[in-house]
């Protein structure tokens, strides 16, 4: 049994790490919940209890085994902080992913990285997990040369307050109020915002530098071609992707069905005559990557599409994390 | 001045023509506003004056010098009949697309193909027709070998009662109410659906049938190779499109941008760090194409990504026939 703390506790992603660890019935010996300043003194529930959320400081973490970071400024502060009174971090926020001495892990993709730790590990960015679970049985397979994506990402990937942005702006479009923008740059309701994360080299922004990097550094392959656009859509919850793969050698659209059919964390979904395929709705609150319109490629000798669903809270967040700190926990690498 | 009909004037496109016709001034000497037997008996208004819509039938097109064909079931039934009575007929729907007999024109890219018409002109698929436009200056520059593209639907592609839907279900759900689908297979509000017109070869709808075929009859180049996965997303109006190019000669992004900026009927929205690009509420009510995201493909040598968004009922419909009428008209090929 572990004492284990949840930085960011009151936001989007610390409170479906609250909701799975519950679920997964981790090995929670006692909990410390901790936020920013400002949301400290608020109160969780955490298996029928009610805690009162801490500041974090660096008293914070004395005799923490294990240290969930959600994300955001707390993870820059005190994610090494947390390390070097003893816990293992895992830490989904973006500051350590790409540092060679940190493992960035996906445990059906590259468990065997986790065995390296040095008490922190990168949970990878949501968009990377939800690709790279599915792409990773056709890399073993066949060999992937280049993949081009195009993302349909929902607001909750931008927090709690973007939830309520989305709710209340809908609200005021149909009313035909205004609400102007406070989370995103321009009105989410009913329009697509072709914008995640800041702009950053060659006009891609971080977020799809985060798609290409991390993708690369999770199947230890720097060669692999990856392009990506990633979008902002008006759904509250769950990541899509339209995923193009061109393979190094042949695979029909049943082979890579098959395929994935077997591999783990993956649901394929995949039956258009009878208007089954993989969307938002159906994949929200659920811990798998979900596949469906599986189909060749008819531009290119060798290639598949893929439509990619996952709920980005769970798998491309939460899910993860805990998942990996499982992985630590049952093999022995604590 | 002509005798003009207007098939199909109680629908999303249908009204969307009479009120291009109308901002255009276009040379309507009387107007003939036809609908199914359902639908007539309805008014329309058109230059102020109201007009009660007639049920089409093969006595309508009498005198009728240019008949516009929303699309839809009206144009399978009665495009050849009014064709044979002597009118132009501008079909909107998919029915003639691929006939080798009859152009499918978007009037910047292959103008001089309309010239060949025995009186039937298709106007192409909407998604069609927004990737088209900017991807002929590229091709006529650095030529293309092939295309990737993943389109960001609204719900005005599917008529004015999925309107109705996306507006009714939103509200719906914001109450905690159901409101099942009609329209859509599934869920349109808050949701995506992989999933426009019937599921074809291969696995891919006809929708995406539609961008591969007609924009290699479009750019004359049955070799061009396409693959698209069409989603629909909750948004009442314009379409958007990720598109990736490789193209056979390098163009660097800000040559591209150049050219797009001088490519007639495109507007270049590309200044991502003043947090400008295209959208579609930007996009509604306008007849341009906008392009923006433009960005070299770092994932091979010579490719760039585009972001398109137009208004799906303007320019991917009304317009577009409007203007293909215009070119006929003006360069004395009626």
């Not at 936020?35 to 500041?55: C, M």
């Not at 990168?122 to 690709?131: D, E, L």
């Not at 702009?199 to 990506?228: C, P, Q």
């Not at 159906?282 to 531009?299: C, L, N």
């Amino acid at each position: 049994m572990f004492n284990v703390a949840v930085v960011g506790a009151t936001g989007a992603v610390g409170q479906e790490i609250l909701k799975v660890l519950e679920e997964r019935q981790f090995p929670v010996k006692k909990l410390i919940p901790l936020a920013t300043a400002r949301s400290a003194g608020k109160e969780i529930v955490f298996r029928g209890e009610t805690y009162r959320v801490e500041a974090t400081g660096p008293e914070s973490f004395e005799g923490v085994d294990i240290a969930f970071f959600a994300g955001g400024s707390g993870s820059r502060d005190f994610a090494l902080v947390a390390r070097d009174k003893g816990a293992l971090v895992i830490d989904n926020s973006s500051a350590f992913r790409l540092d060679p001495e940190v493992p960035l892990v996906v445990p059906e993709v590259n468990p065997e990285d986790a065995r390296k730790h040095k008490r922190l590990i990168a949970n990878p960015n949501c968009s990377t997990i939800i690709m790279v679970v599915p792409l990773k049985p056709i890399y073993d397979a066949v060999g992937i040369k280049r993949v081009v994506v195009a993302t349909y990402q929902a607001v909750s990937g931008a927090g709690a307050a973007a939830i309520e942005e989305l709710r209340l702006q809908t609200q005021a479009v149909l009313e035909g109020k205004e609400y102007p923008p406070q989370v995103f740059p321009h009105q989410i309701a009913f329009n697509l915002i072709p914008h995640i994360d800041i702009f950053s080299e060659y006009g891609y922004t971080r977020e799809e530098w985060k798609m290409v990097k991390e993708t690369r550094k999770i199947l230890h392959d720097d060669n692999l071609a990856i392009t990506a656009t990633t979008v902002r859509v008006p759904v509250f919850r769950s990541h899509s992707e339209a995923v193009n793969i061109e393979t190094k050698e042949k695979i029909s659209a049943e082979a890579a069905r098959e395929l994935l059919r077997q591999a783990p964390g993956v649901v394929v979904i995949d039956d258009p005559q009878n208007l089954q395929y993989p969307m938002p709705i159906t994949a929200t609150g659920r811990d798998e990557v979900f596949v469906g319109r599986i189909r060749e490629d008819i531009s290119v000798d060798k290639g598949l599409n893929l439509w990619v669903v996952a709920d980005q809270l769970r798998k491309g967040a939460a899910t993860n994390a805990v998942q990996i700190a499982e992985l630590v926990i049952r093999s022995g690498w604590l």
